[in-house]
């Protein structure tokens, strides 16, 4: 029935820019209490314990209809700050082989300075191969946020169209692909007001849906937008747009995906609320934490990290949202704290919040233990990630004992 959807409840009534504050918290607390009529999905989103009830759509058969075309190009959009869990594994066996593929790393206004562009692409390009990408046909970043990168990603793809060929938009829940889209339609000059919605909720994407995207305005003042780069060789190539005019080819279509879900994201956890103090909104400011042996540190009641060092103490540098409370005390005192704690108005073990969630939420359960000499990080899934550097073992709990990406280098 037509009723009220989470992203319409008062919690998407936060600053323009996502963030809470602690008196918007409290309202939202009190009004996520209140009986609102929202529709079942939203219900389930915002209220049950997802991971052991929820059923997570196969990448494989969401992606059938992109597959069973046989050509096309596909644009693989990820959140850079949540790299590389959120690329989809195996993308080119799951789209069809042959299809390149434009790996889009969206986010980026949120990366903080020190982060090294080259640097950052370089490790794009090899993640992007290791992890099954075969047909790789170039990389770039991008914010929806802000703008940067989408007149590049036009002219990445809109030989392609001109030329006939389907443009297929795919990526994991919540790395910004609506946001994309409704930058691309602005600047192709078109209303974005009738575009998909962008929700902080996963899922929101139901089905391949065509978007109608006309480039012609932007092809008008950009001419040679449809050029294709000139092979090395030197030899000289026909601008793409002469070739479909001569031979009088219907530009191809521009389809959005659903959204995928990936093992590695936690943000599939969270309700709406939840993921509006988790997930970083504004460039990541580093937080630096020495810690010593015998010490934990709490990431909301999210992650809890042990320290056993052998030497010196830990080095943990953190690059997750300004709302997220990062949380030190002593191990001894770690599992008191946590039963006391977490998801209480104390807000230093924030999410899950409210006693309800709390009571709900998968506990947190040792993942493994890592042992350390030098420096490793830690990617906590959609939430940002930490650098730590010492010597010694880490003993990591996730909810459930999900499992947490590492790489041996900061991103
Ligand atoms: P989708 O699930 O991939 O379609 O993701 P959405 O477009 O719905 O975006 C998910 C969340 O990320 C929303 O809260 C967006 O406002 C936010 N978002 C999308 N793109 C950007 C971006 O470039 N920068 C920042 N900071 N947030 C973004």
């Given at each position: ?16 820019d ?55 190009m596909v644009v693989c959009v990820v959140d850079v700050v949540?790299?590389?869990?959120s ?14 593929v434009l790996l889009v790393a969206n986010k980026t206004d949120l990366l ?5 562009r080259?640097?950052l692409i370089?490790?794009l ?12 046909h170039d990389v770039i970043l991008t914010s929806a946020a802000n703008g940067v990168g989408l007149f590049e990603l036009c002219e990445q793809v809109a030989p392609f169209q001109a030329?006939?060929?389907?443009i297929y938009l795919v990526g994991?829940?919540n790395v910004g692909k609506s946001a994309l889209i409704r930058g691309l339609r602005e600047l192709a000059g078109m209303d974005v007001k009738a575009g998909p919605v962008t ?6 994407t ?5 978007i109608p995207w006309d480039l012609s305005r932007l092809v008008e003042k950009n001419e040679d937008i449809l050029d294709?780069a ?21 530009p191809g279509s521009l389809y959005d ?26 460039q ?128």
């Amino acid at each position: 029935p037509p009723s009220v959807h989470a992203r319409n409840l008062p919690a998407a009534a936060g600053n323009a820019d996502g963030t809470l504050t602690p008196a918007q918290l409290k309202e939202l607390l009190k009004a996520s209490s209140n009986k609102t009529r929202i529709c079942q999905r939203c219900h389930k989103l915002q209220h049950q314990n997802v991971q052991s009830k929820r059923h997570y759509p196969d990448a494989d058969k969401l992606l059938a209809d992109v597959r069973i075309n046989k050509d096309g190009m596909v644009v693989c959009v990820v959140d850079v700050v949540d790299f590389p869990a959120s690329l989809v594994r195996n993308l080119s066996q799951l789209v069809g082989i042959e299809k390149p593929v434009l790996l889009v790393a969206n986010k980026t206004d949120l990366l903080p300075e020190r982060v090294q562009r080259a640097a950052l692409i370089t490790r794009l390009k090899r993640d992007a191969t290791r992890f099954g990408i075969v047909n790789l046909h170039d990389v770039i970043l991008t914010s929806a946020a802000n703008g940067v990168g989408l007149f590049e990603l036009c002219e990445q793809v809109a030989p392609f169209q001109a030329a006939g060929h389907n443009i297929y938009l795919v990526g994991c829940t919540n790395v910004g692909k609506s946001a994309l889209i409704r930058g691309l339609r602005e600047l192709a000059g078109m209303d974005v007001k009738a575009g998909p919605v962008t929700s902080i909720m996963p899922g929101t994407t139901v089905g391949m849906v065509e978007i109608p995207w006309d480039l012609s305005r932007l092809v008008e003042k950009n001419e040679d937008i449809l050029d294709v780069a000139e092979p090395e060789d030197g030899a000289s190539v026909e601008p793409a747009s002469k070739q479909a005019e001569e031979k009088k080819i219907q530009p191809g279509s521009l389809y959005d995906t659903p959204g995928l879900f990936s093992n590695n994201q936690i943000t599939h956890l969270l309700n709406h609320t939840e993921l509006a103090i988790a997930i970083p909104s504004k460039q990541i400011r580093p937080v630096a934490h020495e810690l010593r042996d015998a010490h934990t540190v709490f990431v909301g009641g999210l992650f809890r990290i042990d320290v056993e060092s052998t030497e010196q103490p830990f080095n943990f540098t953190f690059y997750t949202g300004a709302q997220l409370p990062i949380h030190v005390c002593r191990t001894d005192r770690a599992d008191g704290l946590y039963a006391k704690h977490r998801g209480m108005n104390t807000q230093f073990m924030l999410p899950p919040i409210g006693p309800e969630r709390a009571a709900e939420f998968p506990a947190l359960e040792l993942w493994r233990a890592i042992p350390v000499e030098g420096a490793i990080d830690l990617c906590f899934g959609g939430l940002g990630w930490v650098y730590v550097t010492g010597q010694g073992t880490l003993h990591v709990s996730t909810p459930a004992g999900a499992p947490v990406l590492l790489q041996r280098e900061p991103p």
